[in-house]
């Protein structure tokens, strides 16, 4: 099994939800990233979710815009999220990392050369917003050549069409959006973000996990009843930004803060 894998058997088997934070690669400086995905780890994550800075965001709401607004006034690239991802492999081999982000880093590096040094760096899946699955199946075969899933987004209004393509394709887990909007929103609608994840889970084999809106143990541990994996984004982030200004030490805690007791509300 690989890592995404060797992680979802084990929250089934520990009958829990698997945590998945978000971070901005670079934000608040690049020096921090890789302590803070160790942070994070020590704090209960399952799995990492290390955001690619780009320029035009589109799913991203303001909280996560303004943390790759930082780390791009640093000069963070694709090559150096990747380097990022190496250095934390010194210490960690066993937490999987996803990369998400947009496609033109990708296209800029070339899509096989990119698979190629995702994999070399230590990473397990690719979230890229902008693939849609019509048009996804190159960057899907060159990642799955590596050994790394192509992770995918499905949406409340993703047409049944689209979502059957997704399903098609798609590896590691499957990405839930839990409303309509960009990250950080709020969530509204419980019920229905149940009834699409067991809809999604009828129809795939693969984890469901579901993001956007959750912000704290409370969201998190309604949403662990039903789906194989909670990301936390906004919520994140938002913390990160609060304390950035009163140095290392503090932005490391204010993240585990945050992290641990939403990792305890996933327990079902």
Do not use: C, W
Not at 164 to 169: C, E, G, H, I, V
């Amino acid at each position: 099994m690989n890592r995404l894998e060797t992680v979802f058997a084990d929250t089934r088997a520990h009958n829990r939800a698997a945590l998945i934070p978000y971070i901005a690669a670079g934000d608040p400086h690049p020096l921090l990233t890789v302590p803070l995905m160790h942070a994070l780890v020590d704090a209960g994550a399952d799995v990492l979710e290390l955001g690619i800075p780009f320029s035009d965001p589109m799913a991203d709401g303001p909280v996560i815009q303004r943390a790759t607004e930082r780390a791009l006034r640093y000069g963070v690239s694709l090559r150096n999220v990747l380097e990022m991802v190496m250095d934390f492999r010194r210490q960690d081999q066993l937490t999987p990392v996803v990369l998400m982000g947009y496609a033109n880093p990708i296209e800029a590096m070339g899509i096989e050369q990119f698979a190629h040094e995702a994999a070399s760096a230590g990473v397990d899946g690719v979230l890229t917003v902008d693939y849609p699955a019509e048009e996804a199946m190159p960057v899907t075969q060159a990642l799955k050549a590596q050994g790394l899933a192509n992770i995918f987004l499905v949406s409340p209004t993703t047409p049944v069409e689209r979502e059957q393509a997704t399903l098609q394709q798609a590896g590691g887990f499957i990405y839930y959006v839990s409303l309509r909007g960009v990250t950080g929103a709020k969530l509204s609608d419980l019920a229905e973000v149940r009834a699409k994840v067991e809809e999604l889970k009828a129809q795939s084999s693969l984890p469901v996990g579901v993001g956007f809106g959750i912000r704290d143990a409370e969201t998190a541990g309604k949403m662990a009843a039903f789906a194989d994996a909670v990301v936390v984004g906004s919520a994140l982030v938002e913390a990160i930004e609060a304390v950035a200004d009163k140095g290392d030490a503090v932005v490391l805690a204010a993240a585990a803060a945050l992290i641990k007791p939403i990792r305890a509300a996933l327990q079902r």
